[in-house]
């Protein structure tokens, strides 16, 4: 058996494998993916860090977490996983302030 890449990650071994999802509005999907999904992730977030919606903190320590969002219910967002050192980003970024075009 041939053994496969996958998109997300990149590795190649015989733990990628093809499967068909259903995907609301296009039906079914053939999905190629790793089949642990916690360490394909740990190895995309290796290769390039994510980012967080709110701080714009690029690191190893943003990952997705659920937010409650009225009628959508929970929801993933990339955040930060210390709060308060993200709320301190936020308000640096708050505190400076762009300088007024023509102001020299």
Do not use: F
């Not at 995309?44 to 860090?49: D, F, S």
């Not at 997705?64 to 050192?85: F, I």
């Amino acid at each position: 058996m041939k053994e496969l890449t996958c998109p997300y990650c990149g590795i190649t071994s015989k733990d990628v494998s093809q499967h068909w999802e259903y995907i609301i509005g296009r039906g079914l999907v053939q999905i190629t993916a790793c089949s642990n999904l916690s360490a394909c992730g740990k190895r995309v977030r290796q290769i390039k860090p994510l980012k967080c919606r709110w701080c714009g903190h690029e690191g190893h320590d943003v990952n997705y977490h659920t937010v409650y969002l009225g009628g959508h219910g929970d929801v993933y967002v990339l955040e930060c996983d210390n709060a308060s050192d993200c709320s301190k980003r936020q308000d640096e970024q708050l505190a400076r302030k762009p300088e007024p075009v023509g102001a020299k």
